[in-house]
């Protein structure tokens, strides 16, 4: 049983940035750890995966070389950051931190997700 605690979320003009930060409780060895978000009237895409053996990340297009997934397994295995820079209204949503437990390639739809945190509202202004 995992349990994720998401925090950091905020409003921010264009162009800003902000850092969520996804807390867990519970055992994380070989485990998918990934961020989703959700649009009002949209579904809930992937935006990043981390996996806790190994360190192979994800990214989905529309966020690349402006997030970044981390997680520091010497100092804080049990957190997980997304930081978002050049931050751009479209990046407007409900964010949430997601686990599985696998063997393999992280999925990147959201039904393959067993655990959810509460999610954390991010606003982007223009």
């Known amino acids: 049983l995992l349990q994720l605690v998401e925090s950091g979320g905020g409003s921010v003009q264009a162009g800003g940035s902000l850092r969520l930060s996804c807390s867990i409780s519970g055992t994380t060895h070989r485990t998918c750890i990934g961020w989703f978000r959700q649009a009002p009237e949209k579904e809930r895409e992937h935006v990043a995966t981390?996996?806790?053996?190994?360190?192979?990340?994800?990214?989905a297009d529309s966020v690349k070389g402006r997030f970044t997934i981390s997680q520091d397994k010497a100092v804080d295995p049990d957190t997980v950051f997304l930081q978002m820079d050049s931050l751009k209204p479209e990046d407007t949503a409900v964010y949430y931190c997601a686990a599985v437990r696998l063997v393999g390639a992280c999925p990147v739809r959201a039904d393959a997700y067993h655990y959810w945190g509460q999610g954390a509202q991010v606003t982007v202004s223009s």
């Open positions: 981390i996996y806790t053996l190994g360190d192979q990340l994800y990214y």
